[in-house]
């Protein structure tokens, strides 16, 4: 078993603003939009797609890598959705769309990274215990190449 472990701290600046120290990566504020923060940063949902769209990327470029493709610029959007769920406020769910640098064509191992590189995504897979993940790869051309349904 592969057992990994990592630690960050935070410390609380003032209301809802935190300050996350990544040790040696720095630090980077954290805050509740308003009425409830000042809006200074991105709030912790805002960071868990964050997290959700990187990790989906960083594996994508992997599995390409490995066929020896190289997608050019890659670009990711990620929307997330939070609603009441019974008394309380929940991320119900995420869609992510991955955007190519180049057309699908010109990648030979297109088809094999993308039926592969989300089960190597740790925080996706994670994720989708609880929250449905849906993920779309579209080409520098349009074209859709991949598709999953939100997962959860």
């Not at 609380?12 to 805050?31: P, Y």
């Not at 215990?129 to 579209?138: L, N, R, S």
Request: glycine share 10%.
């Amino acid at each position: 078993m592969d057992d990994s472990q990592f630690s960050i701290s935070l410390k609380r600046i003032e209301n809802f603003l935190f300050q996350i120290d990544f040790g040696a990566f720095g630090n980077l504020l954290t805050d509740e939009p308003e009425p409830l923060g000042g809006g200074e940063g991105p709030n912790p949902s805002a960071m868990l797609a964050a997290a959700v769209a990187n990790c989906l990327s960083a594996s994508l470029l992997f599995a390409l890598r490995k066929h020896k493709d190289d997608p050019g610029e890659l670009t990711a959007t990620v929307t997330g959705h939070v609603q009441r769920v019974e008394r309380f406020r929940r991320v119900t769910g995420f869609e992510v769309q991955i955007r190519l640098g180049v057309p699908g064509s010109s990648l030979p191992g297109l088809a094999q990274a993308v039926s592969v590189f989300e089960n190597f995504c740790t925080v996706t897979q994670s994720v989708r215990h609880g929250v449905p993940v849906a993920v779309e790869i579209v080409d520098s051309d349009g074209v859709r190449v991949h598709h999953t349904a939100g997962e959860g």
